[in-house]
């Protein structure tokens, strides 16, 4: 039980965009994103509940679309400082707290100047 | 807060050495998670706490692992005998009310 997550890398230049997506087989409660830079720990960077919500963090934002079980995060004007791995996390047990949290295998995004 | 502190940030071992990895969560977090990270696995939830209670331990590999939660401030993962397929990153991570899990620095384990 783990989402998918496409593309596995990416490489940009300093100012362009991205989309990464994060599909699931599962009937979602809500998605997490983490961003990991190299040699360091998961940050988390949003969730998103069910219902479509977009949220945004930075020039990072994210999409959830509950039907199709899918989520995308958007980094627009990429900056330097975006490079890293990013892992989406999906939460199933609904309304439930105690449920686990399953994560991708992450998109590794590179930013060069 | 000084956040979720692990220790030893490395550890070299030999193969069928005991060995014990430790976090300290955040103040006032309920909830404590262990991760494992491998380039081959990627970041696999090995067993959770709540309340110090273990709630999943489905992602323990095997008998070599425990993991215990003494108290709301220390938790212990043990591997025991340790094998070269143990080498990874493991992550302790912790959380309270809201869904944001807060990761530890790591333990980078190498197993010779």
């Known amino acids: 039980q783990q989402p998918v997550q496409s593309p596995q890398a990416v490489i940009l230049r300093e100012g362009e965009d991205a989309v990464i997506n994060c599909s699931s087989s599962k009937a979602l409660y809500s998605v997490h994103w983490y961003r990991q830079k190299h040699g360091e720990a998961p940050v988390f960077l949003m969730i998103l509940l069910k219902g479509g919500e977009q949220k945004g963090h930075e020039k990072i934002s994210a999409s959830f679309n509950e039907k199709k079980q899918q989520s995308s995060l958007y980094l627009t004007a990429s900056q330097l400082s975006y490079s890293g791995t990013y892992f989406c996390?999906?939460?199933?047990?609904?309304?439930?707290?105690?449920?686990?949290?399953?994560f991708g295998r992450g998109t590794q995004l590179t930013v060069w100047p | 807060d000084a956040g979720v502190i692990q220790s030893p940030r490395h550890e070299v071992t030999e193969m069928g050495q005991e060995v014990t990895l430790r976090c300290k969560p955040i103040?006032?977090?309920?909830?404590l998670f262990w991760y494992r990270q491998t380039m081959m696995r990627g970041l696999e939830l090995l067993i959770y706490f709540n309340n110090n209670v273990p709630i999943d331990d489905s992602g323990m590999p095997e008998d070599r692992f425990s993991a215990k939660m003494p108290n709301a401030s220390f938790s212990t993962l043990k591997i025991q005998p340790s094998e070269p397929r143990d080498s990874a990153v493991y992550f302790c991570?912790?959380?309270?009310?809201?869904?944001?899990?807060?990761f530890g620095p790591g333990t980078r384990l190498t197993v010779t």
């Open positions: 996390g999906e939460w199933t047990d609904r309304g439930s707290t105690l449920g686990r949290l399953y």
């Open positions: 103040s006032g977090h309920d909830y």
């Open positions: 991570a912790s959380r309270g009310t809201g869904y944001e899990q807060y």
